[in-house]
């Protein structure tokens, strides 16, 4: 006998919950059920699956490294698939954001990026800096170091109070005088700031909150004349999501530390990565072993994600992936227009792959989860969204039918 009773599913009330809808299997932008329906992805798994499920060519080279050593430890111990990436990821990120920390979850990735900031501070002989400034609406994941450093409401931060370590949530400048105010502030606080967390043009989890690339580069400037540390969380964002190959890119700016996860493996394997600029890494490099970084996890460098995620880069050289980001974002935008005649719909935007549709205060998006089952797609509403970010290989009338499906979900 095999239930559904042993499992502790995320994000859910398991007594109020609707039984979860099994898979059998996956293929491209589909998703086919038990019952023997086929599910239309518009999310791509958490944003994950960027070349579409069981992408051929990341399968053989899983398969490959598979047959070779699927996992070997990272203590003392290298192999070829983790210099190859992290050398590519080095080439491909700008400035001398070189030095990379491969770890398994994005959540453990942004835990090492905090811990690369407050070290560097301590191995400097800087005391006092214990602090990290983040965003409303932002998101960083879900460990407990994370969590406080999350929206409040997003990271329940009232409901485990004194659990979670007290940081500085600020508003996201959007004008230049927020950026002046937001800088003052910052140079006020900064003994006690050993960085400033932010995700960059788009805050996913938060509600898919879109900012101009002017804010980064103000976050940028303030951090450097208060002397702090600047993390860019591009968990979401990056390879090609808002299409650039990272949303930095698009302003142009050099953070000091950058959180890689999600479409990395193309949804493959679970991998991160922290990645450090060379003068971040040079503080730890000395002749006493205290001042090595001291994280370690078990999985860390997997050698099988390596390889997805070497196979994932490979495709984005081959395909003209920003191309086919930037039809999709053309057709999304297109096609997404008129959900603003719909009364529930508040705004509607876009940037790169991913459509919003947002609706008024008051409405309630959970109830059209089994509307968009029955249209026969897989989209997942949530806080006051609506929104798509399919397989950058979707093809234009799959993504149709997504878009049609909220049009008529919501006007129903
Ligand atoms: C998903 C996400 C995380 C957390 O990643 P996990 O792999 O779920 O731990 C952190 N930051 C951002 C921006 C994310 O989208």
Redesign the pocket.
């Known amino acids: 006998m095999t239930d559904t009773s042993s499992i502790w599913l995320p994000y859910t009330q398991m007594k109020t919950a609707p039984e979860p809808i099994e898979v059998v299997s996956t293929l491209d932008t589909r998703i086919e059920l038990k019952d023997g329906r086929t599910l239309i992805d518009g999310i791509a798994s958490?944003?994950t699956a960027a070349h579409g499920y069981n992408h051929p060519y990341i399968v053989e080279k899983v398969q490959e490294q598979l047959e070779q050593m699927p996992h070997v430890m990272l203590g003392g111990l290298v192999h070829n698939p983790i210099k190859k990436l992290t050398s590519r990821i080095a080439a491909m990120l700008p400035g001398s954001l070189n030095k990379c920390f491969v770890a398994e979850?994005?959540?453990?990735s942004?835990e090492v990026g905090m811990k690369m900031c407050l070290q560097y501070y301590l191995n400097r002989g800087v005391k006092g800096r214990s602090k990290f400034v983040h965003f409303r609406d932002g998101?960083?994941?879900?460990?407990l170091g994370?969590m406080g450093i999350c929206d409040p409401d997003e990271g329940m931060h009232s409901l485990f109070g004194d659990a979670l370590v007290d940081n500085y949530l600020q508003e996201l400048p959007r004008t230049a005088e927020e950026a002046n105010q937001f800088a003052e502030w910052l140079l006020k606080n900064s003994n006690q700031i050993a960085g400033v967390i932010t995700?960059p043009l788009v805050q996913?989890?938060g509600g898919m909150v879109f900012h101009e690339p002017e804010t980064l580069q103000w976050i940028r400037k303030a951090c450097d004349q208060a002397g702090v540390l600047m993390i860019v969380?591009e968990?979401?964002?990056g390879f090609g999501r808002t299409g650039t190959m990272f949303a930095i890119d698009q302003a142009g700016i050099i953070p000091d530390v950058v959180?890689l996860?999600?479409a990395l493996t193309g949804g493959f394997v679970?991998l991160?990565i922290a990645v450090a600029r060379e003068e971040i890494f040079e503080s730890f490099y000395s002749d006493d072993p205290m001042k090595a970084l001291m994280h370690g996890p078990t999985y860390m460098g997997h050698a099988l994600g390596c390889a997805a995620a070497n196979a994932s880069l490979d495709l984005f050289q081959e395909n003209d992936c920003l191309s086919a980001v930037a039809q999709i974002n053309m057709q999304l935008g297109y096609e997404l227009e008129k959900c603003r005649e719909v009364a529930c719909v508040k705004d509607v935007r876009t940037l790169g792959a991913i459509g919003v549709v947002q609706t008024h205060e008051g409405f309630d998006v959970q109830e059209l989860k089994p509307k968009f089952i029955d249209a026969g797609v897989w989209v997942r509403p949530f806080r006051d969204i609506v929104y798509l970010t399919p397989a950058y290989t979707i093809t234009p009338d799959d993504l149709t039918q997504l878009t049609e499906s909220i049009y008529s979900v919501l006007s129903t």
């Open positions: 958490w944003w979850s994005g959540s453990v942004v998101y960083h994941g879900d460990t994370t995700e996913g989890a969380d968990i979401f964002t959180t996860s999600k679970p991160s």
